[in-house]
């Protein structure tokens, strides 16, 4: 069973960072990527970054030049950088591991982590 864990969420100011780590063990082949969605409140869950084993990452138009996907040191750990925030990015953040199969990936989701912008 693969493993996923998301932290790094708090309360920060409009304009301010935060970056948010996912860890993710227990693959019995090899992560085909990892990628952050969110959930505002009463909205539906939307896709925030992803990054792909061979480093490709690609980013919701909203998050482009503000926010970056990244791998760690250690391999089983993903970044996301989230500079100059706006109240509208205040959500529940997710972390989706990929799992490679040779039928195919199988996802694997975190438990979340709340991200809150405000003054």
């Known amino acids: 069973q693969v493993q996923v864990v998301e932290s790094g969420g708090g309360l920060v100011q409009p304009g301010g960072s935060l970056r948010l780590s996912c860890a993710h063990s227990g693959s019995i082949f090899s992560i085909n990527s990892i990628r952050w969605y969110r959930q505002a409140p009463g909205k539906e869950r939307e896709f925030v970054a992803g990054?792909?084993?061979?480093?490709?990452?690609n980013y919701t138009d909203s998050v482009k030049g503000r926010f970056t996907i990244s791998r760690g040191n250690a391999k089983n750990t993903v970044y996301l950088q989230m500079n100059t925030l706006k109240p509208e990015d205040t959500a529940v953040y997710y972390c989706?591991?990929?799992?490679?199969?040779?039928?195919?990936?199988?996802?694997?989701w975190g438990k979340g982590t709340l991200v809150t912008v405000s003054s």
């Open positions: 989706n591991a990929n799992d490679w199969r040779p039928s195919g990936g199988v996802d694997y």
């Open positions: 990054i792909s084993i061979g480093g490709n990452t």
